[in-house]
């Protein structure tokens, strides 16, 4: 079967180095890793050499013209080479059975969408600065880490006893038909803070496809960090989602090709 591991990155290194630490050790090894850098330098490269030998990488950059992250991930998806896709953020560390759990679940017709922990910046700062590998239950509590219960390890929990889950574009897994048929993502959206994960979601929905959640399958630890103010942006890709149900295309007119 093999994962196509898609990390979505824009010049965190730090936060790339995390995430690649917690890629060593999964229980399943049969996957590859795609960057989807929306920029382009040559200092990335430096990260992911010592890596190399470690994990199958796969660099794939773009001229920084804007936010563009839709055009990357479009790109991921057309180069991957096994049909179950899983999509993390750069600033987003894993569970040991991460890889295990998304390749037991992702089937054509559905949808995976998995939860995160939102990691202190104290702690999120151990970690980028190498002080700790591994944050525990006693940094999360000391430090006042948020949603600390999206760490409990349930992979057997049946479906009926999640609530009905929320597409999050850091932690979700699509099997490529599925992609396909959608054309993927909408290149229309080309600001931060909303419209990846919204308007793929209810295109999803509109074909056909069901949800799945992953909660408590598919632990992330997503490294806090200092956000600006998108308001405004998110109010843009509001109404252009409002625009695009209107219309009512579950596959879009602008994606994949």
Known sequence: MGVSLIISVYNDYTGLRCVLNSLLDQSDKEFEILIAHDSEDAFIQSIL????????????????KGFRKNKILNKAIDQAKYLQLVFIDGDCMVHKHFIRNYARCIRPGSF???????????TAALLRNDIIKKASLFHFFKNKTKRIEERLYA???PQSFLSKP????CNMGWHKSDLLALNGFDTDY???GFGEDVDIEWRALKL???SYSMRFKAIQYHLEHP?????????????MLDEKIKIG?????????
Do not use: T
């Not at 995976?112 to 104290?122: F, M």
């Not at 103010?229 to 109010?235: M, P």
């Not at 295309?249 to 090709?257: E, K, P, S």
């Open 208 to 210: 056909g496809l069901k």
């Open 190 to 192: 080309q600001n931060p």
């Open 155 to 157: 992979p057997y929990l």
């Open 112 to 122: 995976c969408a998995g939860r995160r922990l939102d990691v202190d910046q104290k």
């Open 49 to 64: 050499s010592s890596y190399n030998k470690k994990l199958s990488i796969r660099l794939l950059q773009q001229a920084d």
């Open 227 to 239: 956000r600006p103010n998108r308001s405004n942006l998110v109010e843009i890709g509001r109404k």
């Open 249 to 257: 295309l579950a596959r879009c007119v602008n994606g994949l090709g």
């Open 166 to 169: 929320k597409l999050l574009g």
